[in-house]
T-cell receptor, first 113, second 113 residues
């Protein structure tokens, strides 16, 4: 069965420090991996995706993610956190044989000044 | 460019009343369309998806139904709302291939009283 795990319910980071939001997945076949951000009472915004190619993917707002096939992970990273990065982050995966997205439970990121 | 419109933004309805939420997409043809519900600001639950006009698949048996009367129009309905139907409803679209990211509307906050 396909699944996505975001093991941290909440991540706290000081402004200016690097941040990592973790995501691991389980799918049959090649995975397509996505990260989204959600601000309060708003829809989700697409940040970045991994389809194939370079394992390090760069996206919006200075975020990047690294695909690690052996560890079945796709962690979201940013070198220097901003207070405005505080939001809810979702990881999602789609197998190449299925167009439905499987979503993680979300990780609340709090950046403290 | 493509845009997605979802309305209304907020809605308060009495128990037993009907519901109609509408979502339209502009700037693309034959999109995949999705309705999600998000409870308590966290996980996303896929309610319905559609790959074409009149083609609706339901993921979860419930008090809701969906229709796609036009290529870029997706409607979520209920004949009689229940208290448990309260939540944040999100419409989304994607191109019809497995590597495509989904784009979300701004969401509708439904409160059933």
């Amino acid at each position: 069965a396909q699944s996505v795990a975001q093991p941290e319910d909440q991540v706290n980071v000081a402004e200016g420090n690097p941040l990592t939001v973790k995501c691991t997945y389980s799918v049959s076949g090649n995975p397509y991996l996505f990260w989204y951000v959600q601000y309060p009472n708003r829809g989700l915004q697409f940040l970045l995706k991994y389809i194939t190619g370079d394992n390090l993917v760069k996206g919006s707002y200075g975020f990047e993610a690294e695909f690690n096939k052996s560890q079945t992970s796709f962690h979201l990273k940013k070198p220097s956190a901003l207070v405005s990065d505080s939001a809810l982050y979702f990881c999602a995966v789609r197998a190449d044989s299925n167009y439905q997205l499987i979503w993680g439970a979300g990780t609340k990121l709090i950046i403290k000044p | 460019s493509q845009t997605i419109h979802q309305w209304p933004a907020t809605l308060v309805q009495p128990v037993g009343s009907p519901l109609s939420l509408e979502c339209t997409v502009e700037g693309t043809s034959n999109p995949n369309l999705y309705w999600y519900r998000q409870a308590a600001g966290r996980g996303l639950q896929l309610l319905f998806y559609s790959v074409g006009i009149g083609q609706i698949s339901s993921e979860v048996p419930q008090n809701l139904s969906a229709s796609r009367p036009q290529d870029r129009q997706f409607i979520l309905s209920s004949k009689k709302l229940l208290l448990s139907d309260s939540g944040f409803y999100l419409c989304a679209w994607s191109l019809p291939w497995t590597g495509a990211e989904a784009f979300f509307g701004q969401g509708t906050r439904l409160t059933v009283v």
